[in-house]
């Protein structure tokens, strides 16, 4: 047969390529591999494409490659559902979790207040001034990110491009931020996307939190800090 020999060879690369695939990275236990729920949550906490790549040092077509492979697998139509999609990592620590909660320690009731955030033009010379010139406690520091202990709320500065937006956001602690989530949008809070995880630390404790408006189409927050047992 005309060009069979050219068929062939390709059909065995196939071939070798779906045996390599089988022989490779076990298949991991989860709706979605461990760089596709890194995408994720970067998504479900409102960054872009470009943002992700860069945070991640990956490339954009990569970010959009573990996009849409994550909304095949959760059945997902865009990018929006995705970010208000409630899922939660099995190897996060709020997998298994379960508490049992009064009405009040659902929503932010009297929690306090966990982290306020500002905006500074340049996080090297910010960490430097608040460390070393007010006497904060330096707490960590990540990417253009560094945080601070004011008497136990932690003061959260962001390096952003132009002059820094004149507005802070208040995030609020809460016990369970899946069912406060769920409860205070049960009353008409409208959030921005879904709980999200937005570090883990080294002893393995996560952030998590979720953004929403209040009244003047303001962000604030609320936040949680999970440790395992």
Known sequence: MLGGGKFDLQWDIVAAMNENRKRGRPKYDDVLTPAEWRVVEAIRHGMTNPQIAERRKISIDAVKYHVSNALLKLGL??????????????????????????????????????????????????????????????????????????????LFLSQSEGDPPADSTVYFEVVDIH??????????VLFLGAPHMVHKHDDGTEEWMAFFKDMDDRPLAITARQKKN
């Open 77 to 154: 139509d865009n990018r929006t559902q995705l970010r208000s999609w409630d899922g939660i990592a099995k190897a996060s620590v709020l997998s298994d979790r379960e508490t049992s909660m009064t009405e009040n320690e659902k929503t932010i009731g009297r929690g306090a207040i966990s982290q306020i955030s500002r905006h500074v033009s340049n996080i090297s010379l910010a960490t430097d001034w608040f460390a070393n010139i007010l006497g904060l406690k330096h707490l960590y520091s990540f990417g253009e990110m560094a945080f601070f202990d004011c008497g136990g709320v932690r």
């Open 179 to 188: 069912a406060a989530y769920k409860n205070m949008e049960s009353r008409g």
